[in-house]
């Protein structure tokens, strides 16, 4: 932790701000999303379709508008785009609060979703172009706040709720009230950089490159394997461990290893290896984490039956914190002046529906009707997908794919 300070200190205040930003945005929104279907289904009493076409609608605003929100980056200047997303995620969490009509949960939903759509490219193309320089630190820094924040936020919301839901939507809607006028009154501006054509333009740019549309492939997985966190581990600890407080260990040992590693982890990779190599070593550490479940234990339910399982929750949080910082650090790369933020929102967008894809073939690989914990397909399938991922990546390194050189900026403006 020693190092996480001195490094963020080492930061001007403009990252300082955003780093501790992601903090906040995540507090609130683990205050409130853990807990909003089971507010739907008990407290409202909404069918298992509408809470899924709810969450569904929240879902695709966020990630099918990732796009959108990069090109506004790029367009009007990211600082704006953070501070209005954040708004926008105070107004969509206070409606949650207070409407109870389908409607009004459309309406929350859809603010939400387009809040996340619009301030998470935003946020990382302001670090890539405010430490051009010090790009891997200073997305690890993220990383780490980020961790930290989505471990506080359930733990407020489950003392929330012992008021009522509402009390905790409301805290959460305050969160981003409150990151919203500091960033409003803090924040410095960063010009907004033309890339000399239309939207249009720019998407067209951004998705024919075909070496950034094979990086983004590539690291698809590596979103695939972290959203297991909150599937296959899950139903694996709370068979293994027998209790509840199996699961939450999960969440604990990961945010621990991220704060206490992180930083000191990619200062020392950032010396040591290429970005690609880094990248290819935190891929197999992950896969490789989903081997360790099938490990046998005997014995009755509890800690010694627990170990595999936290084990793979360890192995998957250092391959996150090896790898992520590089890949954040290669995008912006890609991009030539002006496209930072559509470049962000595009690999944001094509990483989601397949990492989406991904989980879906995990869960009906889990889908065996044993009711015997994890079947050994899906920790397979899972060890297979960062297999595939690393040496995906690694192809790419040794083709060079991974020292990307911008195209030039077109000379006039189409019309």
Known sequence: MIATWTTLRGFPPAIRLLVVNQLGVNVGFYLLLPYLAGYLADDLGLSAAVIGLVLGVRNLSQQG????????????????????????????????????????????????????????????????????????????????????????????????????????????????????????????????????????????????????????????????????????LPVQAQQAGGHPLAVASLFVVSTVVTLAWQVPVTRWLHRRLARGPAIVVGLAVMGGGFVLPLVPVGGPAGPVRLAPVLGAAVLLAVGVLIAQPFVLELIPAFARDGLTGTYFGLFYLVSGVVAAAGTTAVGRAMDDGSGGGVPAVAWLLCAALGGASAAAVWALHRRGALDPTPAPAPSAVPA
């Not at 969490?93 to 939903?109: E, I, R």
């Not at 008021?163 to 981003?176: K, M, P, Q, S, T």
């Not at 490159?209 to 492939?217: G, H, I, S, V």
């Open 65 to 232: 508008l990732f796009l959108l929100g990069g090109s506004a980056s790029d367009r009007l200047g990211a600082r704006g785009v953070i501070i209005v997303g954040c708004a926008l995620r105070a107004v969509g969490f206070g409606v949650f609060a207070v409407g109870v009509s389908l409607p009004a949960l459309l309406a929350a939903s859809v603010l939400s979703g387009l809040a996340g759509a619009l301030f998470n490219p935003a946020v990382r193309a302001y670090l890539a172009q405010a430490a051009p320089d010090r790009r891997a630190e200073a997305f690890a820094l993220f990383n780490v706040f980020a961790s930290a924040g989505a471990l506080l936020g359930p733990l407020l919301g489950s003392a929330l709720l012992l008021v009522d839901f509402r009390a905790a939507a409301l805290a959460a809607a305050g969160v981003f009230v409150a990151l919203t006028v500091g960033q409003a009154l803090v924040l410095p501006p960063q010009p907004a950089r033309s890339s000399g054509q239309s939207v249009l333009g720019d998407w067209r740019e951004a998705v024919t490159d075909r070496r950034f549309l094979a990086f983004t492939l590539a690291l698809s997985a590596m979103f695939a394997l972290q959203n297991q966190l909150y599937l296959v």
